[in-house]
């Protein structure tokens, strides 16, 4: 009896331990383009094991001083549109892949979004106002698609912490439109200071957390890194009661990448494929396994994937890297 007993719960135990880590988000950022896509365009993101893939519909300001956003314009290529992110989406679904409508908004004269902060109280109003219509507009687009997750926005701290009850008020009415779950898209150093996460699904993180200021970090060395981050995402999730998910995660093939993984400006630099492969594993290493982790969105992949990455490229895609069959394995366990 007590040897049955003691099968049964290394079986129960091994099932849990199986369907925990098959409920992971093994996602891919999937960048637009200025085509449709098709099939063609899929089977590499299959050959990675992906489970999920991140459609982003942009959206810009051209001039900060006047903070009206645009979208759906003749400017933006079509993957960037709601027409395009309906056509991906659609094709997604054909094969069983999982989506997040994950807008992103460009300031057209450069800057971080998340400084955006308007001067005057008509200026708010009108920010407001146009980024109502924008996420409104994608609502509908992720309840037709229906979409799994939809992520309210990304990196926007300044406009989160001046207007709070603008953003619940957004999420409410979110909530009337789209019936599936939302997350936010927050900053590594601003998700701590988000006040909303309550009414959300996900606490979303773009995870471009400093780990080390070596040229080429071990795995080890990634995770030693990781550590305090860690317990503090660990004392947000449990003060909210809500999973974590990492709404952007990546590294650049390059030296150096671990120091600030964020870095994404065209400098040269010495391209490190172990350095990319290192710091994909340690944090694969450090979350995939928890059962308060959503799991992730890597950052990021192109449609034309014979034409992207290899062997020269010190970017953040994995493709034709090391990295790409480090994710097939990654995402298989």
């Not at 896509?37 to 001039?63: D, E, T």
């Not at 759906?72 to 309906?86: A, D, K, M, S």
Request: net charge positive.
């Amino acid at each position: 009896m007590n040897i049955f007993k003691g099968l049964l719960f290394f079986l129960l135990t091994f099932c849990f331990a199986c369907n925990s880590q098959t409920k992971k988000i093994n996602g891919i950022s999937f960048v637009a383009a200025r085509d449709s896509i098709s099939k063609k365009h899929i089977i590499p993101v299959q050959k990675a094991q992906g489970n999920f893939v991140a459609l982003m519909p942009y959206s810009y300001i051209r001039n900060i001083a006047i903070p009206k956003i645009e979208f759906n314009t003749h400017r933006e290529w079509f993957g960037e549109t709601e027409n395009g992110l309906l056509q991906y989406g659609k094709e997604f679904k054909k094969v069983g892949i999982q989506i997040m409508i994950k807008p992103h908004l460009w300031l057209r004269r450069g800057g971080f979004t998340g400084d955006l902060k308007p001067t005057t109280e008509e200026n708010w109003r009108l920010l407001e106002t146009s980024y109502k219509r924008y996420i409104i507009t994608y609502a509908k687009a992720a309840q037709n698609l229906n979409a799994s997750i939809l992520c309210i926005g990304t990196e926007l701290e300044e406009f989160v912490k001046e207007r709070p009850d603008y953003w619940l008020n957004l999420i409410k009415e979110i909530r009337g439109i789209y019936k599936g779950k939302l997350t936010y898209a927050a900053n590594w150093d601003e998700y701590k200071r988000v006040t909303f996460w309550s009414e959300l699904d996900y606490i979303g993180i773009d995870a471009y957390f400093p780990l080390s200021d070596k040229k080429s970090p071990t795995i080890a060395e990634y995770e030693l890194g990781w550590k305090r981050h860690k317990d503090e995402i660990k004392r947000i999730q449990q003060k909210f009661n809500k999973p974590i998910l990492f709404t952007e995660y990546g590294y650049r093939s390059i030296d150096f990448n671990g120091k600030e993984p964020w870095q994404a400006n065209r400098v040269q630099g010495n391209v490190n494929l172990q350095a990319q492969s290192n710091a994909l594993q340690a944090i694969h290493n450090q979350f995939w396994q928890e059962e308060w982790f959503a799991g992730g969105f890597i950052w990021k992949w192109f449609h034309r994937h014979n034409k992207v990455g290899g062997a020269s490229n010190n970017r953040f895609t994995p493709q034709n890297k090391p990295a790409e069959k480090l994710l097939r394995i990654l995402h298989k366990q």
